[in-house]
């Protein structure tokens, strides 16, 4: 058979370097699981537009289309900043996550014990969190016409719309259902549908899909503001969260600090299955480029690789190498291996992103 397909976007930033140590992995996995890949490299973001006025070649994203699945590091820079908006490093990365249709972003955030004390709460709050957002990536605010920026008499006016079809609500929060059944079977979906028709919309079709094929999982309504507050008041009382494109943006940062860091949480974009049965997919770290620390060798690549974790499961049906990776990760962290963003107000030495790699490679190797 065939060896799995991947298609590496390391992007922009500490994007190249996280997914350096990726790679590494990558390799060890061909070496040492018997479990080779066929990786391609390209370029999105910024350095694709510096390569080709655009920041996704149409060769990228029909190569996206055809592989396995893709692993994407992070886009965007100060450099990128005032470009036009149609060629912004972030377009490519929205561009292939509608194009691809990847509509359900799973966005968990789960606090290592070891960095349980490195969060901005306190160690009884986030110690042994385990959450799942899923955020409708497709659709929404960010996707809705019309847009623009247009005069009216003599003031600029900025026009983006929220909309959504029930179609869309429907299949998210299927998948929403059908994780809570793999985990502790609760779903909180939240959406302001106090001021919101879409919000209202939101939470019928949330209910008549729960009602019709979902039963079995306890669900709750939450207006987003209120979410907000409760994930920082008592995080642990969710398992699964679905909600919408912009709230769970904001929402999946936010969860991001409970576990100590940005530099820790993946992510996996899913759509509809392929002719091979496995889901078109995009497997990328919540972080962004991170452009005050690009080039010193600071970044956590832990983000990044669970990501990969993330592919194994989702993607490669390999759930139990998911877990060895995940464990080596829980074990490095344990042994006190912190990069810089992992120290917490009372300092120590931090370790560099390749070290960050050698620990978890090692601690793979330690597995066999
Ligand atoms: P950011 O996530 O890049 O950085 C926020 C803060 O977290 C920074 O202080 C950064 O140093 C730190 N940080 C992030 N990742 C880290 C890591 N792996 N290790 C250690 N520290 C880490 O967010 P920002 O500064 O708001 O955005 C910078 C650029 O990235 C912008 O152009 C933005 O549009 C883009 N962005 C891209 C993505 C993506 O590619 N998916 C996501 C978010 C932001
Ligand atoms: C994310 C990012 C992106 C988003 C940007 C870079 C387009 O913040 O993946 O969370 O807003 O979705
Ligand atoms: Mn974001």
């Known amino acids: 058979m065939a060896n799995p397909t991947l298609l590496i976007l390391a992007g922009d930033g500490i994007g190249p370097e996280v997914m350096a140590e990726v790679k590494r992995i990558i390799t060890w996995y061909g070496d040492k699981r018997d479990m080779p890949f066929d990786v391609t490299e390209d370029l999105v973001g910024g350095c694709a537009y510096d390569k080709h006025g655009t920041p996704l070649h149409d060769d990228t994203m029909a190569k996206a289309q055809e592989v396995d699945a893709v692993l994407l590091g992070a886009v965007g820079g100060p450099a990128y900043d005032d470009l036009d908006f149609s060629v912004k490093p972030e377009r490519g990365l929205l561009r292939l996550r509608k194009e691809m249709d990847l509509f359900s972003n799973l966005r968990p955030a789960q606090c290592f014990d070891a960095l349980a004390d490195f969060s901005s709460l306190k160690r009884e709050i986030v110690a042994g969190l385990d959450i799942m957002i899923v955020r409708e990536l497709t659709s929404g605010v960010y996707f809705g016409e019309p847009r623009g920026i247009h005069t009216e008499g003599n003031e600029r006016v900025g026009v983006n719309t929220q909309r959504y079809t029930e179609s869309e609500i429907a299949r998210v929060a299927r998948s929403a259902f059908e994780l809570a059944r793999r985990r502790n079977n609760r779903v909180c979906s939240m959406e302001k549908a106090n001021v919101m028709e879409s919000g209202v919309l939101w939470r019928q079709v949330v209910t008549e899909v729960h ?51 940005l530099g820790m949480l993946p992510s996996a974009s899913l759509g509809l299955p392929m002719a091979n049965g496995r889901p078109k997919a995009l497997y ?35 759930g139990s190498e998911a ?27 931090p370790i560099s992103t390749t070290q960050m790699g050698d620990a978890i490679l090692a601690a793979l190797d330690a597995s066999l």
């Open 284 to 318: 990328e770290p919540v972080h962004g480029s991170a452009p005050d620390i690009t080039g010193q060798g600071k970044a956590n690549p832990i983000a990044c690789i669970l990501s990969f974790a993330m592919a194994l499961r989702y993607s490669f049906d390999a």
């Open 323 to 349: 877990d060895r990776l995940e464990a080596a990760v829980e074990k490095v962290l344990a042994d006190g291996a912190r990069t810089a963003d992992l120290l917490g107000p009372e300092g120590g030495s």
């Open 211 to 261: 009602a019709k094929d979902y039963a079995d999982v306890e669900l709750s309504h939450m207006y987003a503001d209120n979410g907000a507050m409760q994930l920082v008041r008592n995080p642990k009382q969710f398992d699964v969260i679905v909600t919408d494109n912009l709230f769970g943006d904001l929402l999946s940062d936010a969860a991001a600090m409970l576990t100590g860091s």
